[in-house]
């Protein structure tokens, strides 16, 4: 168990660039979120996938946000058009697909600091 | 739509004393609750959780939590707190019946005095 990786840990952009943050889940899980945290606040829900499949996505999401998982593995979040209110940490977590006892616990990674300026 | 709340930005206790955190939460169906915990530069870290079974669980580093389906509250609570768990603490909330978000509360800084 190597543990949720994620990449850039830190990326500081122009506003109206385009931006991609990969995270690389725990191998063996098959369910893969997105997460946003600001200061101050706990992290907002963003996106799910279970397998390569995009379930759910949230209302807050706009079209400017797209996300990836194009073979179940690794996923990708990309924001095009950046603004200064993207500004926030980005948080990918994972789980287990084995019983409901041990799927429904997150394994988050460190997440990438964007900074839009 | 399925919400949490933690009423205190700041919890301080001293050590050795015991120590609650307090956590409510909203859901159309029964909740899957948890709490996590996230130390400076770390990550989230998963503390327990309750699915279904004992209203009582217990976690990881001697933290458990209570959970009241009447008060909707889910707390968690530790014995003797130790200046190590000095931390910000999530509360979540998961609806069973439907949708695969956990929803997060706004955190509670937890702050040790030795």
């Known amino acids: 168990d190597t543990g949720v990786s994620q990449n850039p840990r830190h990326k500081i952009t122009k506003r109206g660039q385009n931006v991609t943050f990969r995270c690389d889940p725990i191998?063996?899980?098959?369910?893969l979120y997105w997460y946003r945290q600001t200061l101050g606040q706990g992290p907002e829900f963003l996106t799910y996938?279970?397998?390569?499949?995009?379930?759910?996505k949230s209302r807050l999401l706009s079209d400017r946000f797209s996300a990836e998982r194009p073979k179940g593995s690794f996923s990708t979040l990309e924001i095009q058009r950046t603004e200064q209110g993207d500004s926030a940490m980005y948080l990918c977590a994972s789980s287990s697909r084995e019983s409901v006892a041990t799927n429904e616990k997150l394994f988050f990674g460190s997440g990438t600091q964007l900074s839009v300026l | 739509a399925q919400s949490v709340a933690q009423p205190e930005d700041q919890v301080n206790v001293a050590e050795g004393n015991p120590l609650t955190v307090k956590c409510t939460y909203s859901v159309s169906g029964n909740p899957y609750l948890f709490w996590y915990v996230q130390y400076p530069n770390r990550g989230l870290q998963f503390l327990l959780k309750y699915i279904t079974g004992d209203n009582l669980v217990k976690g990881s580093y001697g933290f458990e939590a209570e959970f009241n389906k009447s008060q909707t509250s889910f707390h968690l609570k530790k014995p003797s707190a130790l200046v190590s768990d000095s931390a910000l603490y999530f509360c979540a909330v998961r609806d069973m019946r439907g949708g695969f978000k956990t929803i997060f509360g706004a955190g509670t800084r937890l702050f040790v005095k030795a």
């Open positions: 996938f279970q397998n390569e499949a995009q379930l759910e």
């Open positions: 191998s063996e899980h098959n369910r």
